[in-house]
């Protein structure tokens, strides 16, 4: 995968140019026995709680179902320091956690709780590397401790409750390794599996061995996936496209309803977290891909740029938060675990 994606990819590719080649120094592991690796937790305060304008949670209303949440790469930028994210760096903790914990995760603060593991994510300018020891090496690091927190939130967290995955660009480069090497080989952990929203990467039909995509709302034990593009732009052509990549569609989360209008929005979320946007858009899935029309808000008809992969999540933020508390309940009820 290529990153373009203006000016700031233009410098990253430099950055890949002249440090390609030096060794790769591997900061230390985390250990998540202990809170600060972790972005967000039940025993911890963190911006997952967060809840858009006014509004705040309710504890009696959520399920009894956990959320393992992996995070897209906050490293990117004056923070770099090498090739995988130093997690003694406060500045990067923050920057991850003010925003796409905030904006991101906290979807799912009124469904379950939330398990967000900080990890040595891969520098964005890794994407560009070509294939090869090194690439693999940022990679590895940083999957392992995916793995790592997700083995160690299943031993010490997890209590036998079901769970849903979601990740984001490359947490979902991560979330997709995870599925196949470590959800599909158990059968016990995979029928815990309410469902996985594997966002903002390409993710094929045939991705996994026994997880399939799903096909209507209510489905559980299935995957979602979706890349966001304004309609009237064709996507960046590091963008695979064909049908035999899964397009869901976040206003109908229906495979036979490939269309939807801005009736179905239920509500976008912006940077600043203190308004939903209601009606925003439209949508309509075509060739692997989620279009939609440019999002109705505030002097949105400045918005010049037209792939909207940051957004992928707050574009349809009430949308994927009431779909997940409906795969919940379904879940729950289908398997007898709500009596």
């Known amino acids: 995968m290529k990153i373009k994606v203006g000016l700031s990819a233009f410098l990253s590719l430099i950055l890949v140019c002249l440090l390609y080649g030096q060794n790769i120094k591997t900061p230390p ?34 399920y009894d179902v956990d959320v393992f949440y992996i995070h897209p790469t906050s490293y990117t930028g004056k923070d770099r320091k090498g090739w995988n994210a130093d997690l003694r760096n406060s500045y990067l903790n923050d920057k991850t956690d003010s925003y796409v914990i905030k904006n991101q995760a906290s979807i799912f603060n009124q469904v379950g709780l939330i398990y967000a593991p900080r990890y040595r994510q891969a520098f964005i300018g890794a994407y560009s590397l070509p294939e090869g020891e090194n690439r693999n090496l940022i990679f590895n690091t940083a999957y392992s401790d995916v793995k790592d927190a997700f083995l160690h939130y299943l031993k010490y967290f997890n209590e036998g409750k079901p769970f849903i995955l979601a990740t984001h660009s490359q947490g979902t480069t991560h979330g997709k390794r995870l599925m196949k090497e470590v959800i599909e080989v158990d059968p016990q952990l995979l029928d815990k599996l309410v469902v996985a929203y594997l966002v903002g990467m390409d993710v094929k039909q045939n991705e996994f061995e026994k997880v399939k995509p799903c096909n209507k709302p209510n489905e559980t034990g299935c995957f979602t996936a979706w890349r966001t593009i304004r309609k009237d732009s064709p996507p960046p052509s590091y963008y695979p496209i064909g049908n035999e990549y899964v397009a869901t569609n976040p206003l109908t989360w229906d495979v036979e309803k490939t269309k939807a209008t801005k009736k179905a929005h239920m509500g976008a979320i912006l940077k600043r977290f203190n308004k939903v946007h209601t009606h925003a858009l439209n949508s309509e899935v075509k060739d692997g891909i989620l279009y939609v029309c ?32 409906l795969r919940a309940a379904t879940y729950l009820q289908k398997t007898g675990l709500n009596n």
């Open 29 to 62: 592991a985390p250990n998540y026995s202990e809170l600060k690796y972790w972005a967000a937790h039940p025993d911890k305060d963190s911006p997952v709680l967060a809840v858009p304008g006014k509004g705040s949670i309710n504890s009696d209303e959520l």
């Open 294 to 325: 440019r999002p109705k808000f505030p002097f949105s008809f400045l918005l010049k740029w037209t792939n909207y992969h940051i957004v992928d999540y707050n574009l349809f933020y009430y949308n994927v938060q009431s779909n997940a508390r």
